[in-house]
């Protein structure tokens, strides 16, 4: 008997649990049956929406999966001689897809999500990143954004000009906010399907933007579609994004920011954003720190705007 097989099913579960990613557990499933058997068990989950995954279906059998092998094979010769292919836009994915991908796993706790780029409109040498976080709809969001940066300053002397307006600074904060809400969109029918789920993350593989839901967050976007009873909303479908609340946003601003590298960020900006109605500016500070701790740049940037004079806009529903 193989070593292997000696192993209980938990701790066989465990160490799929920590493959994680479901691209590669599919093949597994594979290779005996009780993999097969044991993958659907699997708790934590990596999906990967690249074109691979969204165009592939698992094997029904050992022939299958060597006849897809050689054909894979024999397209991937062919693409030597042709033009590369156009990433996909996870704004043009059905909600069904991911479901779909994940319809084998029925224990499901903690999901994460790498979509393959980023979706807001930048002009050149400009940069943003956000985090927002949701329950039935949002919760919070912050936003860091510049539109250059370089080793030398391009403000004027007195550094009160600014390269771009408010205008700029409230579209940025929108697109982020429309984002951030396609995403939480794109997985709602597999956050209907998993009600077991504790925790969601989603992100993009330039970093971009990240969406995030904890356990109670999981649990009120569960019971309003329980009290919705299943009936698809017109809006969401038309949209292909959740609704946005009312939102009060609270805004810093810097003309020219320099970091301890020496290098200047151009109209900086820092916004934090959260529903008009729940809106209290007490853990602001908190969050926008804990949102941007893992990055060294952009959380200095966020400690710098944090003591900067704020100004408070209302964002209507949309």
């Not at 000696?6 to 479901?22: R, T, W």
């Not at 074109?51 to 299958?64: A, F, K, M």
């Not at 092998?69 to 991911?98: E, W, Y």
């Not at 200047?264 to 820092?270: D, H, Q």
Request: glycine content about 6%.
């Amino acid at each position: 008997m193989d070593v292997f097989d000696g192993l209980p099913d938990a701790i066989v579960v465990d160490i799929l649990n920590k493959v994680g990613d479901v691209k590669t557990l599919h093949r597994c499933s594979s290779v005996s049956k009780r993999f097969n058997s044991l993958i659907p068990q699997s708790e934590s989950l990596f999906v990967r929406l690249d074109q691979d995954v969204t165009t592939e279906s698992r094997p029904d059998s050992p022939v299958s999966n060597i006849f897809q092998s050689l054909v894979k094979s024999f397209q991937g010769f062919l693409s030597l001689f042709s033009k590369p292919a156009k990433p996909i836009r996870f704004t043009n994915l059905s909600p069904n897809i991911p479901c779909k991908i994940l319809s084998r796993f029925d224990r499901i706790k903690n999901l994460e999500v790498e979509l393959p780029g980023g979706d807001v409109s930048l002009e050149k040498g400009a940069a943003v990143k956000w985090k927002a976080e949701f329950g039935k709809t949002l919760k919070t969001c912050v936003v860091v954004a510049f539109c250059s940066a370089s080793t030398v300053s391009s403000s004027s002397p007195d550094g009160e000009s600014d390269a771009i307006g408010l205008k700029t600074r409230v579209v940025w904060t929108i697109n982020a906010l429309m984002a951030a809400s396609s995403r939480h969109f794109l997985m709602s029918e597999v956050l209907k399907e998993h009600k077991e789920m504790e925790s969601l993350v989603m992100h993009d593989v330039g970093g971009e933007g990240t969406v995030v839901m904890r356990a109670d967050g999981l649990r009120e976007f569960q019971k309003t579609e329980e009290a919705r009873g299943g009936e698809a909303d017109e809006r969401l479908m038309k949209n292909r994004r959740s609704v946005v609340p009312n939102v009060r946003m609270s805004m810093r601003h810097a003309p020219s920011l320099k970091l301890k590298s020496g290098i200047y960020l151009e109209s900086a900006t820092l916004v934090i954003v959260r529903p008009s109605d729940k809106y209290s500016d007490f853990g602001d500070d908190e969050l926008a720190t804990e949102a941007f701790a893992g990055n060294c740049m952009y959380g200095e940037a966020v400690v710098a705007l944090l003591k900067r004079e704020k100004i408070n806009l209302e964002i209507n529903s949309f």
